[in-house]
């Protein structure tokens, strides 16, 4: 029979209908026979509203175990729960791991993994179970049970979650709050983020929640100091303040979805509003060295058009490959891969997410830097602009992004090749509002379509770069108005872009013209300007800038209220 001490109830727990107060069962004693005669048992009698969760190795108590499994509910009867000293606990006796190399987690420690499973598929669970415990000898033994508990469930098509249960170990020391503050923290990080940012974050976000301050507020004055950094590196002043600020903003930028992971918090909108205020810190911090250089008569408006168009081309294929065709794959083949991933797997997978640094090897770090993430862009532009001054800064930044372009393009592309063909047209609809183009239907069925998004960017691009080089050393003004065309029509292809990652169809960018009547209108100012034809170029991009900036802040407002803000389950 099942131990008592794997029963516990509390009041808070009820109205969570929190899984770790339901019942808790380690599968890892007596026989496998015996131990699966005893799950059957108490699916087969269980007629509450109460979860199983099964654990191999000893058990966490009930307020680590809602660490891993609690559903999205409101922060104070979350914070009752784990805070509560009162309550019960469902530690079973100690026991062993696994035996094997598998004992041993990725990231150090033991591996404790957890299946649970709600009350309404409690009688199918038992059925199954019951038919493989008829076929199992009483003398049998294995190395992991959850394993095939997990294999058993999933073949008999069941909803049963299994959930890596990092950091926690049967000598786990900490409360359950300090587990749900190590979960909080999001692996896949850069290594920049890794070893300096998140160390700092973590205790920003701890404050912020002692506080009450919101996850959208973190978002906006990570936003705010980064715009502090760009006015001072514009005056060329106080450049160790700038770098210091921008570190700030970048460490805001990281406590923002810890506190939103935390408090669960963790809403669309709210995604979208920390990537798209990260586009536009990051443009921000771009002109802001761009004027630093003029004031010191070392113009670098070319050099840092060349940058603001780089690092768009390079999250435009992000949107493209990644958070479009490869997205349309992995629902397309989600049933699949779901009954075709086993637990050991999963596992492997799940130490890859970890955070620190053996969620991947030497190599992996490699690739990952020379993806260019976030962290380690701002640190080549703070640590450059130190050391040399802006333009040098600017120059190291858009080698740096342009390297990565490169790599991570010829690294899609390899990985396109393995890819089935796209026959479903709204992959092409989505493609169409990525590129900036009315034409939903070209390419359709064609996988290698999404090249069309940073290459339309680029191809639009390179005539207004022209223009900027034409007068760079003569009408720096004009210069100036060139680079910030190009950072409005990056936050519209931006706006576009996640419009497309969220299935919004953003009606008003589309007032912009589309890509082809831009790269029309350079074109055609650049003819004026090598053809030296009285016409007022200037007038041209000041009338374009403030027209394309109003379609941004429109676009924008309408996705900020279209979009659903809710909870996110994943």
Known sequence: MIDSRAMCTTAAGSMLGMPSCGAVFRVDDGSFYEMLRNVVEFLSHNNSDDSLTLVESSSPSCGHLSSFFDEPRTAGVVSELLNSKSASHCDIESGALNEGDDAEAENGGPRVIALYLVSSDFHSAAQALEEAAAKTSTEQSTGSRLTLIYEILKLSGLAVKAVDAYPWTPAYTGTASDLR????????????????????????????????VSPNFLTLLSCFI???????????????????????????????????RFTHQSTVVGGWLDAFTDRIKEHSIIVGLALGAATRSEPAWFVAAVALSLITARHLANFAFIETLLRFQKIHNAEKRERSENLEEAVARWAKERPGLRQTSLFGWISRVLHAPVSERWTVLIVTALVFNARTALVAYSTYVGLSLILTCLGWVRRTARLKSVSELRVSAQLADVRDSYWKSFGAGQKWTWLTAPGSFIVESIPLLFVILRVADEDENLAMWGVLVMVATSLLRYERGYGARHSIGAEVAKLSGGWLLRALIWSAALVFLWTNVAARVDLVLIVVFMWLMAIVVVAATATYFRLERTVELA
Do not use: N, P, Y
Request: proline content about 0%; overall charge positive.
């Open 226 to 260: 980064a715009f502090i950094a760009a006015v001072l590196l514009a005056r060329d002043q106080f450049l160790g303040v700038a770098a210091v600020a921008m570190c700030l903003s970048l460490v805001l930028d990281c406590s923002d979805g810890e506190v939103a």
């Open 181 to 212: 503050w190590a979960r909080s923290t999001r692996g896949m990080d850069g290594l920049v983020s890794t070893l300096f940012l998140r160390k700092l974050s973590l205790r920003v976000s701890k404050g912020a929640v002692f506080l009450g």
